[in-house]
């Protein structure tokens, strides 16, 4: 366990420091996510253990869209010495990304539960409004966007916040440009190569579509989509981008209803994607 | 103008009374709303005539799901005599409709345009989180059943109120089956007739659908999807049942972004009623 150490590449949520608990990884593939605090953590447990093995989960969208689950395991915390923390075992999706672009999109105009207390409610819905959720049915809560180069442009948390609607058109059209860096720009020279095209974003995202047009069993409140490529590899073959959920400790069941907040903020997320694709073909607008 | 009378078959809204405005017909097809206080009216009359004339609209969404519009006409006022109130002349959407079965069912967890003031938000949110709205992405707020025989089961508004996911699958089965009147059942004779089918109301939300996945034109907060069919003639040739949208006094224009809102909940409705016709075909339960 001497190998654990915190991931470089977290774009979003809390960071491991020598006095607070965050997310490990192993280097070999693993990610350990420590147990939030309230009944967060217990949630999210509770969420993967039924969802691993729900018989109406199809093993196709279990695979390609969620990390793994292997459990849990009690880590000693460096901040209590002597005391350790329970942590959920799963994939680490970055693994083998040399050069990795990340941005982290939390989807629903609403990240509360319907059934979630008061003041939990006002909190979320006070950030919902102040950020894009409401108005475009999702926010984006991280990114980071990689150069072959070795530059890497990471807007901080306070710059993510403001964020407007065409603040996040901005972000998600750097994010596949070619120069990374502060002075980056937005050349979408990936755009076709990580968004478009059999494996891209794009398919990817409109398969997971299908399935949330049909599902009953959770709703995924305040979950994430965590997007990521290797920017050294995303144009060969093998190099295909990553989509996977992440983000859990807000999900219920379903009572027997589709998740439309999720469903309707994924819609409006592959259309903004698409336009973004489609703008990047079209001939620039004469000046 | 002395034929225009209060329509016999409306199912939510204001109604019209000797000493209130409320919508009105001609009998001849033509339907009279009355412009709604505070800026509503001037809202709705903007919508209709900016939808009309938009060149990004496809004619066949137009005339397909929205009640055509004639301009305005100043009426007088029956509680006022010698004042006159501008109404909306549209569409009587149940002309023609011998034994009419009508439901408003109001679309979106969200019923309040993001820009709009305080009050109204609050107000807006406590309804959508003490009705289905927010749970189940669209709300049932008035529906009629009429029977071949005459009998007509008509719920009160009170009763729609407090209807929870249970009672909304209970009304759109009761919609669809036989028998009107108060002690009428959930047979769902009708369900295959007027759900199902290529012409019916499912297929025609799905091409609806296929509409708002695309559309960045406008979004419509607390819009109504109006279902209606005549229970005397839904089984013959031509009898299809008619989806159109109604009340767009809080739709506003997009900022570049779908109506996630509309299509999440719109995409709910589809899944339930597409439910009801699955477990309509389903063999009975065993008991």
Redesign the interface.
């Known amino acids: 366990m001497s190998d654990l150490r915190a991931p470089e590449h977290q774009v979003a949520g809390h960071r491991a420091a020598p006095d607070k608990l965050g997310p490990l990884v192993d280097g070999a593939g693993l990610f350990y996510k420590p147990l939030q605090a309230l009944d967060r953590g217990e949630q999210e447990l509770a969420f993967y253990t039924a969802f691993s093995a729900h018989p109406d989960v199809p093993p196709r969208i279990r695979d390609a869209f969620f990390p793994r689950f292997h459990g849990t395991r009690l880590l000693p915390t460096a901040a209590s010495p002597g005391e350790s923390h329970p942590h959920l075992i799963l994939d680490d999706l970055l693994k083998g990304l040399a050069a990795p672009s990340v941005t982290d999109i939390k989807i629903g105009?609403?990240t509360w539960p319907?059934r979630a207390p008061e003041p939990y409610v006002a909190k979320c819905?006070a950030k919902d409004?102040g950020s894009t959720s409401?108005?475009?049915?999702f926010r984006v809560s991280g990114v980071m966007v990689s150069d072959p180069s070795g530059a890497v442009w990471r807007p901080d948390r306070s710059e993510l916040k403001g964020t407007d609607?065409p603040g996040v058109r901005r972000m998600l059209r750097r994010y596949v440009s070619s120069a990374g860096g502060d002075g980056g720009g937005e050349d979408c020279a990936l755009a076709a190569a990580v968004y478009g095209g059999e494996g891209g974003v794009l398919a990817q995202l409109r398969e997971l579509k299908a399935w949330f047009?049909?599902q009953?069993l959770f709703h995924f409140y305040s979950a994430s989509i965590l997007l990521s490529y290797d920017a050294n590899a995303v144009t060969a073959p093998g190099g295909a981008p990553r989509v996977k959920l992440v983000d859990f400790a807000h999900v219920v069941e379903s009572?027997?209803?589709?998740d439309?907040?999720f469903?309707?903020?994924l819609?409006?997320l592959i259309?903004?994607i698409d336009d973004i694709v489609s703008s990047d073909k079209a001939p620039p607008a004469q000046s």
């Open positions: 105009a609403c319907p819905l409004r409401v108005l475009l049915g609607i047009e049909v009953t009572e027997g209803v589709i439309h907040n469903l309707g903020g819609c409006s259309k903004f």
